[in-house]
Nanobody
Framework: QVQLVESGGGLVQAGDSLRLSCAASGRPFSSLHMGWFRQASGKEREFVAAINWSGGTTYYADSVKGRFTISRDNAKNTVYLQMNSLKPEETAIYYC??????????????????????WGQGTQVAVSP
Protein backbone atom coordinates (compact mmCIF):
# COMPACT_ATOMS: atom_id res chain seq x y z
CA GLN A 1 0.00 0.00 0.00
CA VAL A 2 2.95 2.33 0.64
CA GLN A 3 5.44 2.96 -2.13
CA LEU A 4 8.82 4.56 -1.53
CA VAL A 5 11.06 5.65 -4.38
CA GLU A 6 14.61 6.88 -3.80
CA SER A 7 16.58 9.10 -6.13
CA GLY A 8 19.71 11.22 -6.16
CA GLY A 9 22.45 8.62 -5.95
CA GLY A 10 25.50 8.62 -8.15
CA LEU A 11 29.27 8.47 -8.43
CA VAL A 12 31.26 11.10 -6.56
CA GLN A 13 34.76 11.62 -5.26
CA ALA A 14 35.74 11.54 -1.61
CA GLY A 15 34.78 14.79 0.06
CA ASP A 16 31.91 15.52 -2.30
CA SER A 17 28.25 15.86 -1.38
CA LEU A 18 24.99 14.27 -2.49
CA ARG A 19 21.36 14.90 -1.66
CA LEU A 20 19.10 11.86 -1.69
CA SER A 21 15.33 12.06 -1.96
CA CYS A 22 12.59 9.57 -1.15
CA ALA A 23 9.06 10.13 -2.40
CA ALA A 24 6.21 8.34 -0.65
CA SER A 25 2.71 7.48 -1.80
CA GLY A 26 -0.17 5.28 -0.74
CA ARG A 27 -1.00 6.66 2.71
CA PRO A 28 -0.68 9.94 4.60
CA PHE A 29 3.01 10.71 4.81
CA SER A 30 2.63 12.16 8.29
CA SER A 31 1.58 8.71 9.53
CA LEU A 32 5.14 7.44 9.02
CA HIS A 33 8.38 7.84 10.83
CA MET A 34 11.09 7.73 8.17
CA GLY A 35 14.60 6.37 8.15
CA TRP A 36 17.60 5.99 5.91
CA PHE A 37 19.69 2.83 5.86
CA ARG A 38 22.60 1.69 3.73
CA GLN A 39 24.02 -1.65 2.73
CA ALA A 40 27.49 -2.17 1.30
CA SER A 41 28.38 -5.27 -0.69
CA GLY A 42 28.84 -8.24 1.60
CA LYS A 43 27.74 -6.37 4.72
CA GLU A 44 24.58 -6.09 6.76
CA ARG A 45 22.19 -3.21 6.35
CA GLU A 46 23.04 -0.43 8.78
CA PHE A 47 21.18 2.52 10.21
CA VAL A 48 22.09 5.99 8.98
CA ALA A 49 19.46 8.48 10.13
CA ALA A 50 15.81 8.74 11.12
CA ILE A 51 13.17 11.43 11.53
CA ASN A 52 9.85 11.33 13.33
CA TRP A 53 6.47 11.88 11.72
CA SER A 54 6.47 15.66 12.09
CA GLY A 55 10.17 16.28 11.50
CA GLY A 56 10.54 17.64 15.01
CA THR A 57 13.12 15.09 16.13
CA THR A 58 15.99 13.37 14.36
CA TYR A 59 18.58 10.75 15.17
CA TYR A 60 21.87 9.85 13.50
CA ALA A 61 24.38 7.06 13.53
CA ASP A 62 27.59 8.18 15.22
CA SER A 63 29.52 7.67 12.01
CA VAL A 64 27.56 10.37 10.13
CA LYS A 65 26.90 12.96 12.83
CA GLY A 66 27.97 16.41 11.73
CA ARG A 67 28.08 15.42 8.06
CA PHE A 68 24.61 14.12 7.18
CA THR A 69 21.25 15.83 7.66
CA ILE A 70 17.84 14.19 7.40
CA SER A 71 14.78 16.32 6.75
CA ARG A 72 11.23 15.95 5.47
CA ASP A 73 8.59 17.97 3.70
CA ASN A 74 5.22 16.48 4.54
CA ALA A 75 3.44 18.68 2.02
CA LYS A 76 5.55 17.04 -0.70
CA ASN A 77 5.50 13.54 0.83
CA THR A 78 9.28 13.50 0.63
CA VAL A 79 12.18 12.80 2.96
CA TYR A 80 15.73 13.91 2.19
CA LEU A 81 19.24 12.95 3.19
CA GLN A 82 21.93 15.56 2.67
CA MET A 83 25.32 13.85 2.70
CA ASN A 84 28.46 15.97 2.98
CA SER A 85 32.14 15.02 3.06
CA LEU A 86 31.47 11.55 1.73
CA LYS A 87 34.01 8.82 2.35
CA PRO A 88 34.90 5.84 0.13
CA GLU A 89 33.77 3.40 2.82
CA GLU A 90 30.28 4.89 2.55
CA THR A 91 29.82 3.38 -0.89
CA ALA A 92 26.57 1.45 -0.60
CA ILE A 93 22.99 1.16 -1.71
CA TYR A 94 20.97 3.66 0.30
CA TYR A 95 17.39 2.80 1.23
CA CYS A 96 14.61 4.86 2.69
CA UNK A 97 12.13 3.17 4.98
CA UNK A 98 8.81 3.96 6.60
CA UNK A 99 7.69 3.01 10.10
CA UNK A 100 3.91 3.13 10.59
CA UNK A 101 2.70 5.17 13.55
CA UNK A 102 1.07 2.91 16.10
CA UNK A 103 1.19 2.28 19.84
CA UNK A 104 4.57 0.57 19.60
CA UNK A 105 6.17 3.32 17.50
CA UNK A 106 4.73 6.55 18.88
CA UNK A 107 7.47 8.42 20.68
CA UNK A 108 10.22 6.25 19.19
CA UNK A 109 12.71 6.64 16.38
CA UNK A 110 13.96 3.18 15.58
CA UNK A 111 17.50 2.34 14.48
CA UNK A 112 16.58 -1.28 13.69
CA UNK A 113 15.75 -2.20 10.13
CA UNK A 114 13.39 -4.94 11.33
CA UNK A 115 11.12 -2.33 12.90
CA UNK A 116 10.36 -0.62 9.59
CA UNK A 117 7.31 -1.60 7.58
CA UNK A 118 8.01 -0.28 4.09
CA TRP A 119 11.14 -0.03 1.96
CA GLY A 120 12.20 1.54 -1.27
CA GLN A 121 14.30 -0.20 -3.90
CA GLY A 122 17.40 1.79 -3.04
CA THR A 123 19.71 4.17 -4.84
CA GLN A 124 23.40 3.52 -5.43
CA VAL A 125 26.01 5.84 -3.94
CA ALA A 126 29.59 5.24 -5.02
CA VAL A 127 32.43 7.27 -3.52
CA SER A 128 35.80 7.00 -5.22
CA PRO A 129 39.05 7.75 -3.37
Amino acid sequence: QVQLVESGGGLVQAGDSLRLSCAASGRPFSSLHMGWFRQASGKEREFVAAINWSGGTTYYADSVKGRFTISRDNAKNTVYLQMNSLKPEETAIYYCAGDVLRASTIGKISTQASNYDYWGQGTQVAVSP
